[in-house]
């Protein structure tokens, strides 16, 4: 649910950036049509672009999983006899032909 | 300030801007073709050697960054290894075992003496990959140029550029007046060339690594990279590194510091054990003086020793 | 089977889902879901023998078409090692031919699954013929030399199998895997302080895996004698420093730090049965690590394992002893 609503806030963060790229460009050449020289973009566009920033930064960080970022957690997570495991080295003469045929049964 | 628009003819569409696009693709697609027949038939050389130097350079930056790790023995005993004994003539360690070649005054041929005639077989890789790039876009290049040269190919749409992008967009042809979003059919050659190698990849995707291929590849692992410092003096200097640490162990009072972080992070009451252990304190005098019962300190004794006996016996 | 999920760690839960879901499909065969599960346990590396045979062999013959074509591959190479580890022959011959159809006898992958296959059979002249005439070739090819060893391994020939694989570790000295298994051969020799180089050599390879501090320091521990008790009392707290009980309460899955607890107490006690004086800290580390092991027995586990624990505790308890 909260993951759906991020993805909507991501959508409307890109839409409003994309507008105020669209307003600063009408505004230029506004201001080329009028002769006025160019002395920055106004406040309203700056504020619009800070908020598309801010909805669009919330949005992308709560619309995924995030991974822990310590590599620890993550071999926590590997089972201890795992490392007992070395399909490299593995032999063949073993109980495992008649294990499968009782698992198989 | 604005102008006309200026009419580009259609034929120019058909016969230069259509034409680049799709010569670009196939000499892009040949090129990863011949560049796979080449790499499957130069059959890399393995070399034992190399990837034993590769290795230990490999093991020895290991034991630089975590030597903190081991108990302060087995450090002495890898770098007695790898660096040697100090004063015996015997013992040089196997990071002094290669001796340097012949240095010669001249660069040139030092950097002949250390990619040339160690592996040969690098340099000839390295033409053959300058070979499989230059080669089709000087080509292209001179192709493009020689034909279509001196007129405007097409024009971007959307929103005008700034004027710092003409010499990028406007390759070839020097007028000042023209607007910035009509672009030189040179740099539409090089816009579709960096353009489209991600589409290439896409589109040739299947061809580009055949499978084949990379059922070798995967398997054998291609031969250490060819590098330019000679191995002596990567050897030198980690030498040098090792001898410059000062054993520590980070095993120090390992258990106070645990301690403390176990109490600073969770709600774990320490207040309860400690004065259980100052309840215990007369209980740690007790514990040291122990007495041991002779029996069983006995049973143990002969159990180490039964241990250690087979590693002996191996040896 | 809940039992089983309380003992072992998130990795292994997740296979268990797969399993679950795999024999609950029932007679339809949900060939995305076998190819998600195989691809899994390629990733993760557990041995799954039992369950990749059957359907991944099932899905190797009547689905390799939906597989694309590397992935195919390296399922068919996956399914036919399961099945030599099952003990089935026939069918990792006929994967082998589709195989080696498509590669030629010639490449060395293929006739490396051709000596698995010989090894299975005990042909292990045949085998290890295959694996010489490959290192004639390639003479720096790692897993031919690892096979090798592996056949000495199973002929129980131990002492040629370590001679080799030393051989072998002197060419590629940053071989994790390679290390732990001549650790576990020196082991079997009961030449403690042998496996120790090795493990030493393992843990420099991979200094933040708790694991490897864990079985360095029961290793230590075997060997015995104080100062090993108390190096190895050092080795298990490293290790948990490492997978931090701190963050218990936040894990999905288990804490997988019990092995260093049971160390913990174990190495403290026997240090404490040589009449070897102890640090207030140690004490302290004991008193925590008996708490602690309490507390996850109870969440995690039924009342007689409780029982259990609580009589380990009370049996290895140093405090409260005349």
């Known amino acids: 649910m909260k993951r759906g609503i991020a993805k909507i806030f991501c959508i409307i963060g890109i839409s409003i950036f994309l507008h105020t790229v669209y307003s600063a460009l009408q505004h230029r050449k506004y201001l080329r049509l009028t002769d006025q020289p160019f002395e920055g973009v106004p406040f309203d566009i700056v504020v619009e672009c800070i908020i598309s920033l801010f909805l669009f930064a919330w949005g992308i960080i709560n619309s995924q999983f995030l991974i822990p970022i310590k590599a620890s957690t993550h071999l926590a997570k590997k089972s201890f006899d795992s490392y007992d495991y070395r399909p490299n080295f593995t032999v063949f003469n073993h109980r495992g032909k008649y294990l499968n045929e009782i698992l198989n049964k | ?315 | 089977m809940s039992e089983m999920l309380m003992l072992t760690s998130s990795d292994s839960i997740e296979i268990y889902r797969y399993e679950e879901k795999i024999r609950n499909s029932g007679r339809s065969f949900n060939w995305v879901l076998v190819r998600d599960t195989l691809r899994f346990l390629r990733k993760s590396k557990i041995r799954k023998s039992n369950l990749v045979s059957k359907y991944g062999l099932k899905l190797v013959t009547q689905y390799l078409n939906k597989l694309d074509d590397q992935e195919g591959y390296d399922t068919i190479e996956q399914v036919i090692i399961a099945c030599l580890d099952c003990g089935d022959e026939t069918n990792p011959k006929k994967l082998l031919e589709q195989l080696k159809s498509k590669f030629g006898k010639d490449s060395v992958r293929v006739q490396r699954i051709q000596a698995l296959c010989y090894e299975s059979n005990n042909q292990l002249a045949e085998a290890l013929q295959i694996f010489e005439s490959i290192l004639k070739k390639y003479p720096s090819d790692a897993l031919s030399m690892k096979r090798q060893v592996a056949i000495f391994k199973g002929q129980g020939n131990l002492n040629k199998a370590i001679q080799v694989l030393n051989a072998y570790l002197q060419i590629y000295m940053c071989d994790l895997e390679a290390w732990l298994e001549l650790s576990s051969f020196h082991i079997s020799y009961l030449s403690y302080s042998t496996a120790l180089y090795c493990l030493e050599e393992v843990l420099l390879n991979a200094p933040i895996n708790f694991v490897f501090y864990i079985k360095y320091a029961e290793t230590l521990y075997c060997l015995g004698g104080s100062e090993n008790y108390n190096s190895a009392i050092q080795y298990y707290t490293h290790s948990l420093e490492l997978n931090s009980p701190t963050e218990m309460d936040k894990l999905d899955h288990p804490p997988t730090f019990l092995p260093a607890i049971y160390g913990i107490i174990m190495s403290i006690y026997s240090m404490c049965e040589e009449g070897h004086p102890l640090k207030e800290s140690q004490l302290k580390l004991m008193e925590w690590a008996q708490n602690n092991l309490l507390i996850i027995t109870k969440k995690y586990s039924s009342n007689d394992k409780l029982n259990l624990v609580k009589h380990f505790i009370d049996s290895t308890d140093i405090f409260n002893k005349d």
């Open chain 2, 1 to 315: 300030m604005t102008e006309s628009p200026i009419v580009l003819d259609v034929e120019i569409r058909n016969w230069v801007v259509i034409p680049i696009l799709i010569v670009l693709f196939i000499v892009s697609a040949l090129k990863l073709n011949i560049s796979k027949i080449m790499q499957i038939n130069s059959g890399k050389p393995q070399d034992v050697e190399k990837t034993m130097q590769m290795q230990t350079i490999n093991r020895v930056r290991r034991l630089v960054s975590f030597y903190n790790r081991i108990p302060q023995r087995s450090f002495f005993i890898r770098k007695s290894y790898l660096c040697g004994t100090t004063g015996s003539k015997t013992n040089k360690g196997i990071l002094s075992s290669i001796a340097p070649v012949q240095e010669d005054s001249n660069p040139m041929n030092m950097m002949f003496a250390n990619s040339m005639f160690t592996d040969p077989s690098g340099i000839t890789d390295m033409l053959k990959g300058n070979i499989m790039h230059l080669i089709p876009q000087v080509t292209m290049m001179s192709w493009v140029n020689h034909f279509f040269s001196g007129f405007v190919a097409c024009k971007l749409p959307f929103f005008p550029l700034t004027i710092r992008f003409k010499t990028f967009l406007q390759r070839g042809i020097e007028m000042g007046s023209l607007d910035v979003s009509y672009v030189s059919s040179l740099s539409w050659y090089f816009l579709c060339w960096f353009g489209s190698e991600g589409i290439n990849a896409i589109l040739l995707g299947d061809n580009m690594v055949s499978p084949d291929a990379q059922f070798l590849q995967s398997t054998i692992e291609s031969g250490p990279p060819t590098q330019q410092t000679p191995i002596h003096k990567i050897y030198a200097s980690e030498k040098e590194n090792i001898e410059m640490i000062r054993y520590d162990s980070i095993m120090t009072n390992i258990e106070d510091r645990f301690l403390d972080n176990i109490q600073k992070k969770t709600s774990f009451d320490f207040n309860q054990i400690n004065k259980n252990t100052i309840n215990n304190n007369n209980n740690i005098n007790n514990i040291k003086p122990k007495p041991i019962k002779s029996n069983l300190s006995n049973s143990k004794q002969s159990k180490r020793i039964s241990y250690q006996k087979p590693s002996s016996l191996i040896k």
